[in-house]
């Protein structure tokens, strides 16, 4: 049999992974393959980081949380990014990692574009988190 839980248990399991993380988290994007999880030490070349605001994602509703407000950064090296990693305010602990496409892919985080070069403008277009409640 399969665990169900109800919206509001839902909801709660969401709005425990930003107060997990932590206020201020930071985001990173980096080239290449995300690695096997959150424990093992990033790969490929680390294209912007980005600071988040002390809230950063929508209370969970629904059973999906959504980011807060609008994130953008200048990319510090040039690359395609292929995924990012969530780390908390002193850049030490990764807290959650998944994959970057462009607008119109079906990566974790949509961006304007995930082909960046240095100074340029990233534009973090979607982030949302869901439950896997069936």
Do not use: H
């Amino acid at each position: 049999m399969t665990l169900q839980y109800s919206v509001a248990i839902q909801n709660a399991q969401l709005d425990v992974v930003e107060s997990q993380i932590g206020v201020s988290a930071l985001l990173r994007f980096y080239t290449g393959a995300q690695p096997a999880n959150c424990a093992a030490a990033a790969t490929g070349i680390k294209l912007a980081e980005l600071p988040l605001p002390a809230d950063w994602m929508n209370a969970a509703a629904a059973g999906v949380k959504t980011l807060k407000g609008s994130w953008t950064v200048a990319a510090i090296a040039a690359g395609t990014a292929g995924y990012f990693r969530l780390y908390d305010t002193t850049g030490t602990t990764c807290g959650a990692q998944g994959s970057v496409t462009a607008t119109g892919g079906d990566g974790d985080i949509t961006m304007n574009s995930n082909v960046l070069s240095i100074g340029q403008t990233v534009t973090e277009i979607t982030f949302t988190l869901t439950t896997g409640n069936p």
